[in-house]
């Protein structure tokens, strides 16, 4: 039984490594998509104190017992509107102010953990204080579904773009844009980000799930 236990331990070992490994040896490029809207249109400015992006990870199996979750705010943005509907935006995320909610009563670990985060194993915020959605399209979402709008966009963090496809309720009124997207699953490592823990204390999911919301008034 020991000799059993044994090599499934080492084998559990060896497959953890070949994956980190793995992981470590992918080339990391950009990707984008190319643009369909335009910049006609009213100019509205994102409010920032108002605005947020909330983010949640997980190790080794998505519960709310094996994850951490939090916010980050925005340091611009400017939506376009045209003819009373969404035409395009860019949201510029300040990741400085990344940080942990759910131990916001734990000074001690909240410290290390933000810390964490913000060093090179993570976000490397030093070096890329800046993470950015840009909407390269806007469409209506099929009759029925909880959300009115499809957005595709171009997701920038670490240097690294990829196209993000986010399901979002947009509401154009008195002055006012808000967009709020679906909960969205972010594939990490497709950002540089491949930090992995020992895999005695549990591998940490490669997707981070994210979820923005925007409020933004015209400028006049």
């Excluded at 059993?4 to 070949?18: C, D, E, K, S």
């Excluded at 509907?85 to 909240?110: H, I, P």
């Excluded at 985060?117 to 976000?123: E, V």
């Excluded at 986010?166 to 969205?184: C, L, R, W, Y």
Aim: charged content about 25%; aromatic content about 8%.
């Amino acid at each position: 039984m020991k000799k059993v236990l044994t090599a499934t331990v080492l084998a559990a070992v060896f497959a953890g490594a070949f994956l980190i490994s793995c992981g470590k040896d992918k080339p990391l490029t950009s990707e984008s998509n190319e643009t369909t809207v335009t910049k006609d249109g009213s100019v509205y400015a994102v409010d920032t104190l108002n605005s947020k992006i909330e983010w949640r990870g997980f190790k080794v199996v998505k519960s709310d017992n094996t994850s951490h979750f939090g916010t980050i705010r925005f340091e611009s943005g400017d939506v376009t509107v045209k003819d009373g509907k969404l035409e395009s935006g860019k949201f510029v995320a300040d990741m400085t102010t990344l940080t942990s909610v759910d131990l916001k009563d734990d000074a001690e670990n909240l410290n290390k953990l933000n810390t964490h985060l913000k060093s090179g194993d993570f976000f490397e915020v030093e070096k890329f204080p800046t993470a950015s959605y840009e909407i390269t399209g806007v469409a209506e979402n099929a009759a029925g579904s909880d959300y009115n709008t499809v957005l595709d966009g171009n997701l920038t963090i670490k240097g690294i773009t990829k196209p993000v496809q986010f399901h979002a309720n947009v509401s154009v009124k008195d002055g006012e844009i808000s967009i709020a997207t679906q909960p969205k699953d972010v594939k990490r490592e497709d950002f540089g980000v491949k930090f992995q823990l020992p895999l005695a204390n549990g591998i940490i999911k490669d997707e981070v799930n994210l979820q923005i919301f925007i409020k933004a008034l015209e400028q006049k």
